[in-house]
């Protein structure tokens, strides 16, 4: 599996080494380029009460007068309409909400599985529905084993007990991620860092890599997929100063030695191509330039997304994107695929260069397994 990571990672180093020149001149000439990534969020319905999200609030505070989440028909009707469009896709990210809410889950993978057959394709969970997600998980094993599963996990015990705002969430989340790694996929797990949890970096890190789950990391974010505008609670001066100490073991994380490095007042160099590469779908089929901004750029329903991606206005987006400072992962991950040269210069810097290379070499070979 290394050896096939490393020519994965090498291949796709060189190929996105290539690409970042022409995508440049391509956005600054206005001109239209088929999408890399997709996220899409099949639902916004929630069954944590988490501290830093508010997502489970949307259905009733924000609802889609008349409209449904997209079924797994439509979404097929979509793919096949805009399949020239979606060509070039390389991974589709599913998220919510919690996904497994949706009774017809398993559908949406078959379907985006059928359509786009060479497309990787990883699905983010809270655990708690560990019967049901454990039995979905099972039919999805059945035609397409090589889907990346993701559980979060904000603390050890009761404190993500607390953040998630569910009692005994820490054991379902546990007991999840078991049962599917049993079920041999390849799980992955993000701690949101927070006030409440922004001292168990290390420890949730370490209790996962016993586990053979790959472990990451990130900020409270504040966004229109969380609906919490205004909610999202700096760090103090002590907690800030935790958070960097806990970093630093991950110096060969392009994404957390970064975070550091953002924590630290250093500036992003990594260009954003949110809404240009990437685009993240709401669950009722709304196209956005990603999982932060809430504008719609247009309806798939209603209309083929190359034309709702070439609209004047999704264009005045992506010139407003273009000096993005967040350092949200979701999308950070996708522009450093696409621009790779930032990360580059970051690994030149960088005295962990083997660490580094071994982490990516791994998780490359674990995308490729079975392809």
């Given at each position: 599996?290394?050896?096939?990571?490393?020519?994965?990672l090498?291949?796709?180093?060189i190929?996105?080494s290539?690409?970042q020149?022409?995508?440049?001149w391509?956005?600054?000439?206005?001109?239209l380029?088929?999408?890399l990534f997709?996220d899409y969020?099949?639902t916004w319905?929630c069954?944590?009460?988490?501290q830093?999200?508010?997502t489970?609030?949307r259905?009733t505070?924000h609802?889609?007068?008349?409209e449904?989440e997209?079924s797994?028909?439509?979404?097929?009707a979509i793919?096949a309409?805009?399949a020239?469009?979606l060509?070039a896709?390389e991974?589709?990210?599913?998220?919510?909400?919690?996904?497994f809410?949706r009774?017809?889950?398993v559908?949406l993978?078959r379907v985006l599985?059928r359509?786009?057959?060479?497309?990787r394709?990883?699905?983010?969970s809270?655990?708690l529905l560990?019967?049901?997600i454990?039995?979905?998980l099972?039919?999805i094993?059945?035609?397409?084993?090589?889907?990346?599963f993701?559980?979060?996990?904000d603390?050890?015990?009761e404190?993500?007990d607390?953040?998630r705002?569910v009692?005994?969430?820490f054991?379902?989340?546990?007991?999840?991620m078991?049962?599917?790694?049993e079920l041999g996929?390849?799980?992955?797990?993000?701690?949101t860092?927070t006030?409440?949890n922004y001292?168990?970096?290390g420890p949730?890190a370490?209790?996962l890599a016993?586990?053979g789950v790959?472990f990451?990391?990130n900020?409270?974010?504040q966004g229109?997929?969380?609906n919490?505008?205004?909610r999202a609670v700096?760090?103090?001066?002590?907690q800030?100063a935790?958070?960097?100490?806990?970093?630093?073991p991950?110096?060969?994380?392009?994404?957390m030695?970064n975070?550091?490095?953002q924590l630290?007042?250093?500036?992003?160099t990594l260009p954003?191509?949110a809404?240009f590469?990437?685009?993240f779908?709401?669950?009722?089929?709304?196209?956005?330039v990603c999982?932060?901004?809430?504008?719609s750029?247009g309806?798939l329903?209603k209309k083929p997304?190359?034309?709702?991606?070439?609209?004047?206005?999704?264009w005045?987006?992506?010139?407003e994107?273009a000096?993005?400072t967040?350092?949200?992962?979701?999308?950070?991950?996708?522009?450093?695929?696409?621009?790779p040269w930032s990360?580059?210069?970051w690994?030149?810097?960088?005295p962990?260069?083997?660490?580094?290379?071994?982490?990516?070499t791994t998780?490359s070979?674990l995308?490729?397994?079975?392809?």
């Amino acid at each position: 599996m290394a050896g096939k990571g490393t020519l994965n990672l090498l291949w796709g180093g060189i190929k996105a080494s290539l690409r970042q020149p022409w995508l440049a001149w391509r956005r600054r000439r206005g001109l239209l380029v088929k999408p890399l990534f997709l996220d899409y969020a099949v639902t916004w319905r929630c069954n944590a009460r988490c501290q830093m999200c508010n997502t489970w609030r949307r259905p009733t505070e924000h609802p889609q007068t008349g409209e449904s989440e997209l079924s797994p028909g439509e979404l097929d009707a979509i793919l096949a309409r805009d399949a020239d469009f979606l060509g070039a896709v390389e991974k589709v990210g599913l998220t919510g909400g919690e996904p497994f809410l949706r009774p017809d889950l398993v559908e949406l993978v078959r379907v985006l599985h059928r359509r786009l057959p060479q497309v990787r394709i990883s699905l983010v969970s809270n655990g708690l529905l560990t019967e049901r997600i454990l039995t979905a998980l099972e039919e999805i094993r059945s035609f397409f084993p090589d889907l990346v599963f993701s559980v979060s996990l904000d603390g050890l015990g009761e404190l993500h007990d607390q953040v998630r705002g569910v009692p005994g969430a820490f054991q379902r989340a546990l007991a999840t991620m078991r049962g599917a790694l049993e079920l041999g996929f390849t799980v992955t797990s993000g701690l949101t860092i927070t006030p409440h949890n922004y001292h168990q970096i290390g420890p949730v890190a370490e209790m996962l890599a016993q586990m053979g789950v790959d472990f990451s990391c990130n900020l409270q974010e504040q966004g229109a997929n969380f609906n919490n505008q205004g909610r999202a609670v700096g760090l103090d001066a002590r907690q800030r100063a935790e958070v960097l100490r806990q970093l630093e073991p991950f110096a060969h994380h392009y994404y957390m030695d970064n975070l550091r490095q953002q924590l630290l007042g250093r500036p992003r160099t990594l260009p954003c191509y949110a809404g240009f590469t990437s685009y993240f779908l709401t669950p009722f089929g709304e196209v956005c330039v990603c999982n932060l901004i809430g504008t719609s750029l247009g309806s798939l329903r209603k209309k083929p997304f190359a034309r709702i991606a070439h609209h004047p206005r999704s264009w005045r987006l992506r010139r407003e994107l273009a000096d993005c400072t967040c350092w949200s992962q979701c999308e950070v991950k996708k522009s450093a695929a696409v621009a790779p040269w930032s990360v580059l210069a970051w690994l030149a810097r960088n005295p962990r260069k083997g660490e580094f290379l071994r982490h990516y070499t791994t998780k490359s070979g674990l995308w490729a397994r079975g392809r």
